[in-house]
């Protein structure tokens, strides 16, 4: 079982930037595919990006080219790096993490931290 824990959100104004981090428990974190997520008021969770534990990339089109996810796994986190944030880059991020073992898919969540856009 792994225990995901975020930081970094707060308030940015439009065009600006915001660094959250995701830090992870367990001694087998390289082999799990981290992701971001997030969920505004209303509306679904959404994916953001995620990275698997080979290091593949994959990002919703809302976030190419703004935001850039990275993993370190000698520090067991993983990051996301979001730049030109827009007010509707608000909402409550989620670091989830996904491991297959066997034939059983595990996931698990963050408590969210919540990233606000606004001027």
């Known amino acids: 079982q792994v225990q995901l824990v975020e930081s970094g959100g707060g308030l940015a104004q439009p065009g600006g930037s915001l660094r959250l981090s995701c830090a992870a428990s367990?001694?087998?974190?390289?082999?799990?595919?981290m992701g971001w997520y997030r969920q505004a008021p209303g509306k679904q969770r959404e994916l953001v990006a995620i990275?698997?534990?080979?290091?593949?990339?994959n990002y919703a089109d809302s976030a190419k080219g703004r935001f850039t996810i990275s993993r370190d796994n000698a520090k067991n986190t993983v990051s996301l790096q979001m730049n030109s944030l827009k007010p509707e880059d608000t909402a409550v991020y989620y670091c989830?993490?996904?491991?297959?073992?066997?034939?059983?898919?595990?996931?698990?969540w963050g408590q969210g931290t919540q990233v606000s856009v606004s001027s």
């Open positions: 367990g001694s087998i974190f390289s082999r799990y595919n």
């Open positions: 989830h993490a996904n491991i297959r073992l066997i034939d059983l898919t595990y996931n698990y």
């Open positions: 990275i698997s534990s080979e290091g593949n990339l």
